[in-house]
């Protein structure tokens, strides 16, 4: 079955994949063995993990999402809210509230420990297919089927700012460490950086001959990687945005790709079920 979403633990440990099948699987990465399935969720989006690696949330096709407890593998909590399949979803950096944003292009802030919606963020004319959140949590950016991302301001739920500039949906975003600039994928091919300030496009990244779905960020800010629906990862360089690596391995569209918290790997999956570790 595709695998849709993946995500590495905070030490770099394990990693955490789901698949279009509604199953989790856990795996070591310095054997590359499974360590646990889990069950319980039909047709899984999205996932992250908590900056402890204490509980992964996940999102998935029936309008939920889900925080599973690591340790034991048991559902912690279901968050329900959403009025269509959930897409996307994040962790602020305190793991104290999470970020999530469906088909009809609504976001949802929730409160991890009530479970509570804690704002509606609304301003898409598109389905919502990425989120992610600063290094501060003061702000969330979302990119939609309308082309556009958005930069939203937490403590308001109010948009701060319209990123545009994509000529397809975006697929994927990414926040650079220390929040300055911002990386998004979209359907036409492109891949571009924003300035967190000024909301201008910085680069324009173009390489892939196919749809950018995921991107993800070196946690020193040097490098992005990028995955199209042709089987291919780029690696670009920044800030010249020269394209650094071509990664070739798998047989089918890349769905997800995740960077190791200390820069050393890269996992990448794709819709034959395949997991790359890079």
Excluded: Y
Aim: charged share 20%.
């Amino acid at each position: 079955h595709g695998v849709t979403c993946c995500a590495a633990d905070p030490q770099g440990k394990w990693i955490v994949s789901g698949a279009f099948d509604g199953t989790f699987h856990f795996w070591d990465v310095a054997s590359g063995q499974a360590l646990r399935t889990l069950e319980g969720q039909r047709w899984v989006n999205c996932c992250a993990v908590e900056p402890q690696g204490k509980w992964i949330v996940s999102g998935g096709d029936e309008w939920t999402l889900r925080l599973w407890d690591v340790a034991s593998g048991q559902t912690l909590r279901v968050l329900e809210g959403h009025t269509s399949s959930v897409k996307c979803c994040a962790v602020d950096p305190q793991g104290q509230w999470v970020v999530s944003g469906d088909h009809k292009g609504t976001l949802h802030l929730w409160n991890v420990s009530s479970g509570q919606v804690l704002r509606t963020l609304e301003g898409h004319t598109g389905g919502v297919r990425c989120c992610a959140v600063d290094p501060q949590g003061n702000w969330v950016v979302s990119g939609a089927d309308d082309g556009t991302l958005r930069l939203w301001d937490v403590a308001t739920g109010q948009t701060v700012c319209t990123l545009e500039g994509h000529t397809g949906g975006v697929r994927c975003c990414a926040v650079g460490p220390q929040g300055k600039w911002i990386v998004s994928g979209a359907f036409d091919g492109t891949v571009r950086v924003w300035d967190t300030d000024t909301g201008r496009a910085l680069l324009s990244l173009e390489g892939h001959t196919g749809k950018v779905k995921c991107c993800a960020v070196d946690p020193q800010g040097k490098w992005i990687v990028t995955g199209d629906d042709e089987s291919t990862l780029r690696l670009w360089n920044v800030p010249s945005g020269q394209v650094m690596r071509t990664l070739e391995n798998h047989l089918s569209g890349v769905w997800c790709c995740a960077v190791d918290p200390h820069g050393k790997w890269i996992v990448s999956s794709d819709d034959l079920g395949t997991l790359s570790l890079w």
